[in-house]
């Protein structure tokens, strides 16, 4: 059973924009907290953005000003809108949630800018 799958992933130039999404299962969506993290090629994996059930939003100071985490109840979707890319974005996005002491993450999708 596929918990969190994102999409919305590809190549871009910079300066381009794109919106990732994640639908999550109920069980793990509903009044928790979701994330979004990445991982570049030989670095470690990062917390970009977090946005809580009730709508708060953390952003990593790399994605502050460009990018926009929101969340659909109503879907058990959450999305990532990422402008003014640059090719230092590129990695693979992941979304994460944290239920009772447990890590999900989805397959992750590919992020690629050109410069």
């Known amino acids: 059973q596929v918990q969190l799958e994102e999409s919305g992933g590809g190549l871009v130039q910079a300066g381009g924009s794109l919106r990732l999404s994640c639908a999550a299962s109920?069980?793990?969506?509903?009044?928790?907290?979701m994330d979004w993290y990445r991982q570049a090629p030989g670095k470690q994996r990062e917390l970009v953005a977090s946005i809580s059930s009730g709508g708060s939003t953390n952003y990593a100071d790399s994605a502050k000003g460009r990018f926009t985490i929101s969340r659909d109840n109503a879907k058990n979707t959450v999305y990532l809108q990422m402008n003014s890319l640059e090719p230092e974005d590129t990695a693979v996005y992941y979304c994460?949630?944290?239920?009772?002491?447990?890590?999900?993450w989805g397959q992750g999708t590919q992020v690629t800018v050109s410069s």
């Open positions: 994460h949630a944290l239920k009772r002491g447990t890590n999900y």
């Open positions: 109920r069980s793990i969506f509903s009044a928790n907290t």
